[in-house]
């Protein structure tokens, strides 16, 4: 488990494909530091785990469904990536809870300066978008931000100037793929009323009446 707030800006040393995935490196300072093998730590929001370590260095197994599902299959030598090592007993909670498990791959269609701001609209499957909702959480490549519209086909976020600097997503741009993981208490609440749909009429006539669902 996770909480979406970056401890840094990891570099990739290699990407070695073999058969049935890949084996990822990577420089880090702070998460190398703390981190030992077996640990769970977040790659632009994908939760894998420490094989190989040193002071300054770790690796991954990367599986074909993780590939494919998530934009680590697009990595190359010296592309940076969010890193964020997991919650401990001890840890301070901020952001929101994040499971390190990628819905979908999503793209930013825009990125518009708006004085010390950038918003940012990306673009997401369909899939996700009953997950989405105005002021509520989402993790973009692993950051805890809120989102501001949710839009037919994807919704915006508004990047405030120290998230820009120490995350990936202050320097990609229009075309670029992002790992999107929706809130879980609404994937939650998504399924329960989707498995009670009929059983409490009443109840689901309510919540459609005031807009909750549709």
């Given amino acids: 488990m996770f909480t979406g707030l970056i401890i840094e800006m990891g570099e990739i040393v290699s990407v070695k494909m073999r058969s049935g995935g890949a084996v990822l490196s990577l420089k880090a300072d ?4 703390d981190a030992k093998l077996g640990d769970s730590i ?3 929001g994908v939760c894998l785990t420490v094989i190989e370590k040193s002071a300054n260095a770790l690796s991954f197994d990367l599986s074909d469904e993780t590939l494919h599902s998530t934009n680590l ?3 190359k030598r010296g592309d940076k990536v ?3 090592a997991s919650l401990s007993p001890d840890s301070k909670i ?5 499971t390190g498990h990628v819905d979908a791959v999503g793209s930013i ?3 518009v300066k708006t004085g010390d701001m950038l918003k940012i ?3 997401a499957p369909q899939k996700i978008m009953n997950f989405l909702v105005e002021k509520g959480s989402v993790a973009v490549d692993g950051i805890s931000l809120t989102v501001v519209d949710v839009l037919g086909d994807g ?3 508004v990047i405030i100037p120290h998230t820009a600097k120490l995350t990936t997503i202050g320097f990609k741009g229009t075309g670029d793929t992002v790992n999107i993981e929706a809130d879980i208490l609404g994937k939650y609440v998504a399924k329960f009323l989707n498995k009670d749909r009929g059983k409490d009429t009443g109840f689901m006539n309510t919540l459609m009446s005031e807009g909750y669902i549709k």
Avoid: M, W
């Fill in 30 to 33: 702070e998460a190398a530091s």
């Fill in 42 to 44: 977040a790659v632009n």
């Fill in 73 to 75: 299959g697009k990595l």
């Fill in 82 to 84: 969010n890193l964020e």
């Fill in 94 to 98: 901020g952001g929101h809870f994040v």
């Fill in 109 to 111: 269609r825009s990125k």
């Fill in 121 to 123: 609209e990306i673009s």
């Fill in 155 to 157: 919704f915006t976020i």
